[in-house]
């Protein structure tokens, strides 16, 4: 929001969704928080140091999530789980408006007021495989993932 922490991505986005856990809503300050998944191993922090604050998921894993230390902005999240990829925060984003969300996640915990996305999947909890997810995301922008 103030510009003091910038990243980048030079990977393509694998997959994106809306997490209704009560860690997200916790952290957003709002009913979810909308993600869009990338490739750990095109992400890089450009300017400033973001201030990072870990606790433990449901399932014991370790999710460091990170934010502006100056405006308290969420930036992203990595997970122990999946070293492999890094969760923007949407919002974060300079140019939100191409996100699309292909799933509702946890919505065990969705507040009973927040309708799903319009065509996304939903799952009580994360799904096990996120490869489908990714598949749905790419289907989405074809002029962007063409077909090898």
Not at 125 to 139: E, T
């Amino acid at each position: 929001m103030c510009g003091a922490v910038r990243y980048e991505s030079a990977g393509e986005p694998l997959f994106s969704l809306l997490c209704h856990c009560r860690d997200c809503q916790h952290q957003s300050g709002s009913a979810f928080i909308a993600a869009m998944r990338v490739p750990a191993a095109g992400f890089r922090i450009t300017k400033g140091e973001p201030k990072l604050f870990v606790s433990a998921s449901d399932a014991g894993n370790a999710v460091t999530r990170a934010f502006c230390p100056e405006c308290g902005c969420p930036l992203f999240i990595r997970v122990s789980a999946r070293p492999d990829i890094v969760g923007l925060r949407v919002g974060s984003l300079d140019d939100p408006s191409a996100f699309r969300p292909e799933a509702d996640i946890f919505v065990k915990s969705a507040q009973p007021w927040v309708l799903p996305a319009a065509n996304a999947e939903c799952h009580e909890v994360g799904p096990d495989d996120f490869r489908p997810l990714a598949a749905a995301w790419r289907a989405m922008w074809p002029e962007f993932f063409p077909r090898k």
